[in-house]
């Protein structure tokens, strides 16, 4: 979105505040979109919230003179706040396979089902899941996670270890992402018991699990949830990247946005075997792949070994040569030219003139 707001105004809509009254806050962020958070009165019941923040949007729209404008969809859950709107576009950008995910609301499926006879676009998060997408929709398109190289390169530089990183012993084994039913404790487990001389640096929030159900060894650290700015500086003082992911529902369509940041930030990488990590990645040899914790564990120990050796050097110049084909900015324009087709078969079938429908 920050890049489709170098073109449109983009007007991002986050999940709901609940306190004292209703009222839609509204501030600009540096990339030029336009935040609009709801206020919901607290103690309503989800449907009666979701009615107010309809009553929101649309008065958002008139207030802005909203007449041509796309609607951007990433759950199907919130497709109720739309239902006053009469977008030119509509597009479901379907990150995950949200139904496999624990406590998924049973009226998801539903509401999906909905949102797909709307929609005149599907794009999906990663190839496995374009696959069953495209089961659903004329109109789907895979669009695996981007990167930007130079943020995440920064890592690659000498800097000060974050205090709460600094005292901890080296090998150390990081990841970053939420801690949450995708999170294979079990694994991470085995490998922190089979390997007391390793740590592992565990960055971000817990959700959907309790604490007693993560890995409770002692050399298992948990940092908390990092800013995406900092992120660089943590990565700089780990010895290798893990993707311990459960094989489960809720990854079964996982693309980990971490793969590439992983490997544009210099670091070696083991991952459990998801589908979009295997390809292209595994496939290309860019990273180890391994389920059991035995052979994760012995993945972890050979990248261990060959840091700095030219093989490693090798490896990390052909992942270098990878992610340079890679960029939000290609991503943003391969989308930008989907919705221009799908604005050309409406106005096929309508006789409307839409080109440049999705300017707000």
């Not at 075997?273 to 389920?291: E, K, M, Q, T």
């Amino acid at each position: 979105m920050t890049r489709a707001a170098k073109q449109f105004r983009v007007f991002y809509v986050e999940e709901p505040v609940f306190g004292d009254a209703d009222f839609l806050e509204r501030y600009t962020d540096p990339s030029g979109v336009e935040v609009c958070i709801p206020h919901i009165t607290q103690g309503l019941g989800a449907a009666e919230s979701q009615v107010r923040t309809a009553a929101m949007l649309e008065a958002l729209v008139r207030q802005e003179g909203l007449k041509r404008y796309a609607l951007w969809v990433y759950t199907p859950m919130e497709l109720p706040v739309t239902a006053g709107l009469d977008p030119a576009l509509t597009i479901y950008d379907c990150m995950d396979e949200l139904a496999g995910f624990r406590h998924a609301p049973p009226e998801l499926r539903q509401r999906e089902q909905r949102l797909f006879r709307q929609a005149d676009l599907v794009f999906t998060g990663g190839h496995r899941l374009w696959e069953a997408k495209r089961l659903q929709h004329p109109h789907a398109y895979p669009f695996p996670s981007s990167v930007e190289v130079e943020h995440f390169a920064q890592a690659r530089m000498a800097q000060d270890d974050p205090h709460d990183q600094a005292e901890i012993p080296h090998p150390r084994l990081g990841f970053y992402g939420v801690l949450d039913e995708r999170f294979g404790s079990p694994l991470v487990s085995e490998v922190a018991r089979s390997h007391p001389e390793w740590s592992i640096v565990l960055l971000g929030p817990v959700v959907k699990v309790s604490r007693e159900e993560l890995p409770q060894e002692s050399n298992v650290y948990y940092l908390g949830q990092k800013s995406y700015a900092e992120l660089p500086v943590y990565l700089s003082h780990w010895d290798a990247a893990i993707m311990p992911f459960a094989r489960n529902e809720a990854t079964e369509f996982i693309s980990p946005t971490k793969t590439p940041e992983f490997l544009a930030a210099g670091v070696p990488v083991v991952s459990t075997a998801i589908r979009d990590v295997v390809r292209p990645y595994g496939d290309l040899d860019l990273l180890r792949v391994a389920d059991e914790a035995s052979a994760f564990g012995q993945a972890v120990q050979e990248l261990l070994d060959e840091a700095g050796s030219p093989a490693a050097l090798e490896r990390q110049a052909r992942a270098d040569a990878f992610l340079s084909g890679l960029s939000w900015d290609r991503t943003w324009a391969d989308m930008r030219a989907r919705m221009h087709e799908a604005l050309r078969r409406r106005q096929d079938a309508t006789g409307e003139i839409l080109e440049g429908a999705a300017d707000d």
